[in-house]
């Protein structure tokens, strides 16, 4: 008897975690003002010109151009001066009628349409409200995909969800997945995707496998809808998928038609959207994406094989600039290095134990994964004349590096991934720390400027949402609710790892005795 109250305790603390992830993700969304995302105004212009009001948005002078409210324009009116608020905002007209003409917008397809034609849907006359409301959206979507995918995936592979997703979006992927970014979507759909076609191709029953289905098309609608990048990622990612699956039977080759029907439609984006000739002919020469700016002193006074050689050895620093090591925002936000240490050690350490469990599948995935992140940026980058540093951004590969913490969580075979205690406390306080401390930070850049240190946020605040509870509790209870997240999603992996492992012991030992 004393077993069901434990079981019913564990089930309550780890329904729990639906919520506390909310109210993480939305502590970010409150933590940066309008405009706070790289090239917001220009993916907010494009927002409002999906709408089809022109109340919003009209025809310019040009197909290149439209009239658009100047107050979306110009939100971002703090970038690039870290020691400055948000407080500009404030003298903004955000009730002008008033159009402006700009060319800053989707209006000749680089981008792929479908994230701005969803996130219109929350354009109303209010700018802010409406931006609030699509960060919201994107966290709820974000956290509902990952808990269904939590129900479905069989025991054996929630490690990789649940890891692979606290383990790789620190600082930056949670700054994305509740940001108005189109680059939120890239991460979360091909973070999935491949989750998603393992549990589809896992299924044992019909009512899991069409919801594991269902999770596949949209996964792989938000990535290739949302960046051209994206689309090619999420198409590798239902490969690797495929590959781990791989049964020569009748029922994975069936099975198989749903991944290769979903490449399809990601190629249709990929191919539709003009951002990505980019990684065929490099960024040099052209606008670095919608900023419009030149590499600053391109590749100095390397070329040829010696540029190849700088961005061959030095692209790991886009890697590490997912851990916090790059600014946020408009590359003016700054993060203390510890957050990079406690994010990257939390990243390496869980990385380490989950290459116990490795077969040759795993291992490729993990190499092919592994190149591309290593080959891809090298190769855009020299293509266009650039080093690191220039025009390609950490956010840019940041989908493929939640796809390979996912891989290395990964449980292939008997062997169970599992924690030590001391291990678990200690991944526990790392990643804990570092959402305190990011968070902090992200809140007080925007809020006084960074000119301003101290611990309390509420003190001489310049800038913050109307109408919200204030900065120190917004950051109270973010960093209390992430912290609970991770200490219960760490026990229920541990307590389902002892579990697995007792299995074992118990089939090994019925083995021994009917030898």
Known sequence: MSGQPRLRRRFRLIALAPVLALLALSAWAFASPMGAAPDDDYHLVSIWCSTGNEAYCQPGSTDATRLVPPAILESPCYAFYIDDSAACQNSLDFEAGELVESKRGNF???????????????????????????????????????????VLLPRARRPALVWGWLITTLPLGVFLLASNNPSGWGVAGVGSA???????????????????????????????????????????????????AFAN??????STLLPLAMAVVAAAFFLSARQTSSGVNGFGGQEAGPTGEQAVAAADNLGGFGLLVSNFLNVPSLWVGSFGSWPLG?????????????????????????????????????????????????YVLTQGGDRVGEQVQPRYILPLVVLLGG??????????????????????????????????????????????????????????????????????????????????LAREMSISAAAAAEIDHNEKTTESVSR
């Open 108 to 150: 000749v397809g680089a981008y792929p349409p479908l994230y701005y034609s969803v996130m219109s849907v929350f354009v109303t006359p209010d700018e802010h409200f409406s931006v609030m409301m699509m960060r919201l959206f994107n966290s709820i979507l974000f956290v509902a995909i990952t808990t269904a995918l939590y």
């Open 330 to 378: 408009w590359l003016d936000t700054p993060l203390p290095e510890a957050v990079t240490f406690l994010a990257l050690a939390a990243f390496v350490g869980i990385g380490f134990v989950g290459l116990s469990t490795l077969d040759w599948r795993k291992a490729t995935a993990i190499a092919g994964v592994g190149f591309v992140l290593w080959a891809l940026p090298t």
């Open 407 to 488: 891989l290395l969580v990964l449980q292939v075979g008997r062997k169970r991934f599992a924690l030590g205690r001391v291990q678990t406390i200690a991944i526990v306080l790392s990643l804990s720390a570092a959402y305190l401390v990011a968070l902090h930070m992200t809140m007080r850049r925007y809020i006084t400027g960074n000119d301003a240190p101290g611990w309390n946020l509420n003190a001489g605040a310049e800038w913050f949402w109307s109408g919200v509870p204030a900065p120190m509790i917004v950051w109270g209870v973010g960093s209390l609710a992430f912290a609970a997240l991770v200490v219960i």
């Open 249 to 254: 039977t009748k029922r994975f080759w069936l």
């Open 194 to 244: 491949w989750l998603a076609l393992l549990s589809f191709y896992d299924a044992r029953t019909p009512v899991s496998r069409w919801a594991s289905a269902v999770l596949v098309v949209i996964s792989v609608l938000m990535a290739a809808g949302s960046r051209g990048d994206a689309a090619l990622y999420v198409t590798g990612a239902l490969g690797v998928a495929a590959i781990l």
